[in-house]
Structures are given as C-alpha cells and as structure tokens.
C-alpha cells in the first residue's frame, strides 16, 4: 500500500471525463459540478438527475458507448461503468499524465474520492486508502457534527481579517499573535469579531 498524497485541487474549467451513468457516476459528478468542472459524460444511457443536468447544460452528454478518443484533452478521469472489462480499457487508454479513477479497481486508480465535509471555505477530506468507505462515511458524520454550520461564516470572517492582518501588521511576531488569536473559540463563538477584531488591531498598532 502506497501512501495517497493528499490535495485540494483547483477544477474549475478543467475537462473531466466520466465513463459511465449509472449511480456512482452521478455522485462522482455532482461533487465535480460543485467545483465548477467541465464534465463530459460518455454512456449510451444515464440516470435522471444527469440527464436533468445535461438538459440544463451543466454537463455535456455523448450518448454512446466509450471509444478512446473520448479521454481527449481530460485532466481527469472516471472509469464508472458497471463493465469491469469497459473499465479497465478506460484506463489503458489515459495518457500517462492523465489520472484516472477506476471505480472498481482501488489499486489500480492514480487517485481516490474521499468522503468530505464541507462548510463554506471549510473543507475536510476522510480516505481510508480503500479499506472501507462505510468508515470514511462514520468519520465523515462524526467530524460534521463538531464542525457545524457556523464555521462557513467564521472562514469567511478568518480570511478576511487574515487579510487585514497581513496588510496593516509588518512585525512578524506580532502578525502571529493576532492570526493565532483570532483562530480560536473566543473569536468562533463571539458574534462582534470585527470589532474585536479592530480592538485587537489598534492595541497592537499602537505598541
Ligand atoms: C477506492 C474508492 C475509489 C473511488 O471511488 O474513488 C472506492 C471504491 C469502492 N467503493 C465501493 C463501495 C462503496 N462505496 C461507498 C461510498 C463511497 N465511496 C467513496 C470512495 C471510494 N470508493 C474510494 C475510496 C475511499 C476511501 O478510501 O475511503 C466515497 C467516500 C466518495 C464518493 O464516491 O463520492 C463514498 C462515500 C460518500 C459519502 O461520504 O457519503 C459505499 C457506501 C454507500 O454508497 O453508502 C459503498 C458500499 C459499501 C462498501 O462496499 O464498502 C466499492 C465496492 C463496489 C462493489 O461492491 O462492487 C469499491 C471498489 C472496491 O473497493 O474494490
Ligand atoms: N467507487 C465507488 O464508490 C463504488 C463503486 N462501485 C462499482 O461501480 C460500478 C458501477 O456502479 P453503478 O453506477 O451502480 O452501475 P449502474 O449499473 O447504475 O451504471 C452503469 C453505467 O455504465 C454505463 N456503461 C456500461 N457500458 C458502457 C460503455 N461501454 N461505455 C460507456 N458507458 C457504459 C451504463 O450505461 C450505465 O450508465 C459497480 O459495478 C461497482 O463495481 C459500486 C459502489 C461504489
């Protein structure tokens, strides 16, 4: 087993290919779409909520069975047939720097979809590195009860005053005291974070 190297990838306008339009292909897809990818889908068939989305353009559907010339130009893609043999073919088809997920062939795939929590600009990844994905799931819940709706305005609120911080506070010790003491329950729970916030600010400025 190889260590899986982690990263929060940036989809947006990026050409992703999808093998496949059965179930798992539209919960790989919607996750896709969430992140602005451009998701081409290549079955001669798809489930309703895809081919909703292929009316409403935010998918390209070939309606057809999978060829290699299909993979073109892919940055990603998505072996999400029901065929082990279509989706092993998908995969000798990729480029070598196209990666490529076989949704049936753990070990075989340059990269896995992990279970994620999302709040906002909050984002946590769960991989089991295949082992069981009703785990990742169980984490998944667990971390989403301590992590709750309220962290999607507080990273907001972080980003911004980080911002702030780094513009108006040039001593470096100081800057690290303020970005630590804003990253804390004292800040996630108060409901005046700018006005701490410029109270902070102006005591330290005025050192
Ligand atoms: C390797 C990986 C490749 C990949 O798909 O990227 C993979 C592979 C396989 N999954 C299988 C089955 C199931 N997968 C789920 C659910 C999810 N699977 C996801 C990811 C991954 N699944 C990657 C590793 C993730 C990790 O390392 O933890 C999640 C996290 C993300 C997502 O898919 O969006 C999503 C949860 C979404 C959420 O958080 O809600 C459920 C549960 C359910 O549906 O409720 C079941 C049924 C129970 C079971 O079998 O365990 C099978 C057997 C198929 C068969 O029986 O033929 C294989 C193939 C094999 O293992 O050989
Ligand atoms: N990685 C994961 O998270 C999971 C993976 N699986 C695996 O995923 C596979 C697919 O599962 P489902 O989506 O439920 O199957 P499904 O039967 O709902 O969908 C299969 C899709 O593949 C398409 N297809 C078949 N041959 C094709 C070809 N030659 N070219 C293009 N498209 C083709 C079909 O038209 C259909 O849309 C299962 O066989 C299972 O091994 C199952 C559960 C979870």
Redesign the pocket.
Known sequence: MYPYYPIMINLQEKKVVVVGGGK?AE??VL?LIESHADVTVVSPNMTKTLRVMSEQHQITWLRKYFEEDDLRDAVLV?A?TNDSEINEKVRKSAQPQQFV??????KK?D??????VRKGRLNIA????????????II?KDLESKYGEEYEEYLDFLYEARQQIILEVKDSAMKRQLLSAIASPEFLESDQRNERLRQLLNHELEK
């Open positions: 798992v919960r790989k996750h998505f999400a997920n076989v949704v049936d062939q753990p795939s990269f896995h979809v992990p279970s994620m769960i991989s089991t590195t295949g082992a069981s994905p009703i785990l990742a799931k998944k």
